[in-house]
């Protein structure tokens, strides 16, 4: 039975794992007033007729903290990619200069940093929603095994190491949004 346990537990651990992993890529993608490759990171292009991410047909990088430079690898992808940055709505005004593309970061007013902040606590929240449903089918996982002979005191203590996990998880996520906010908040 301790075998049992240990996979319920080694799984709900897992689950957790992953609820803090898509809620640290989230936050990312959430811009803090400093350039980042990482902004333009959903940005799909147009190439020879599919869908590409634009990581994947050109350079980007971060000259310095308020521009984003985009290198295509060939010259005819300048005005595709122009457009998708334009279509995939970021806020962000593209300037095509005929051999890259630059972008100027503008500095965030105070009313976009509160919803950039009300974004992470959203995303904080869906990162907790996720941890609980894996707190969740742990326990009815220990409950089967109940039923199945485990005794009652074994399983009281592997629901009280699932609660610890989920304890523990739901303070990085607290955690990682309080640093996220502070990083937006930050002029």
């Not at 739901?170 to 937006?184: F, L």
Request: charge should be negative.
């Amino acid at each position: 039975m301790q075998e049992e346990i240990e996979f319920v537990l080694d799984s709900a651990k897992e689950a957790m794992s992953k609820s803090i992993k898509h809620l640290e890529d989230a936050l990312m993608k959430i811009r803090a007033g400093k350039a980042s490759p990482a902004m333009l990171d959903g940005v799909m292009v147009e190439y020879y007729g599919s869908q590409t991410p634009l990581n994947q047909v050109a350079n980007v990088n971060t000259p310095d903290p308020r521009t984003i430079s985009v290198q295509p690898w060939e010259k005819a992808m300048l005005e595709p990619i122009e457009r998708a940055i334009i279509n995939a709505n970021l806020g962000l005004n593209p300037q095509n200069n005929g051999e890259l593309i630059i972008i100027s970061v503008p500095p965030l007013t105070e009313e976009r940093r509160k919803d950039l902040v009300k974004k992470a606590r959203s995303e904080a929240e869906d990162a907790k929603v996720g941890i609980r449903n894996a707190r969740k089918e742990a326990n009815d996982e220990i409950k089967k095994l109940e039923k199945d002979g485990l005794s009652e005191d074994l399983a009281k203590d592997a629901e009280g190491e699932v609660q610890k996990l989920t304890n523990d998880f739901g303070q990085k996520v607290d955690n990682e949004v309080e640093r996220k906010e502070k990083d937006i908040m930050t002029v």
